[in-house]
């Protein structure tokens, strides 16, 4: 068990994986940051939008 363990960390797989992991984390940070700064605007579009449809 010891040695699939090690062998585990030494593929690169799991540092692929690692990095995609990473990757993953910046775009929901900058997801997050684009809906803070933008909710104002979204919703005022959207109670717009909805004003027009009633």
């Given at each position: 068990?010891?040695?699939?363990?090690?062998?585990?960390?030494?593929e690169e797989e799991g540092q692929g994986m690692a990095e995609y992991g990473l990757i993953?984390?910046?775009?929901?940070?900058?997801?997050v940051g684009?809906?803070?700064l933008l909710?104002?605007?979204v919703?005022?579009?959207?109670?717009k939008v909805t004003a027009?449809?009633?």
């Open positions: 068990m010891l040695k699939k363990m090690a062998a585990f960390v030494r993953l984390a910046g775009v929901a940070i900058v997801a684009a809906f803070n909710g104002g605007q919703d005022a579009l959207i109670d027009k449809l009633q």
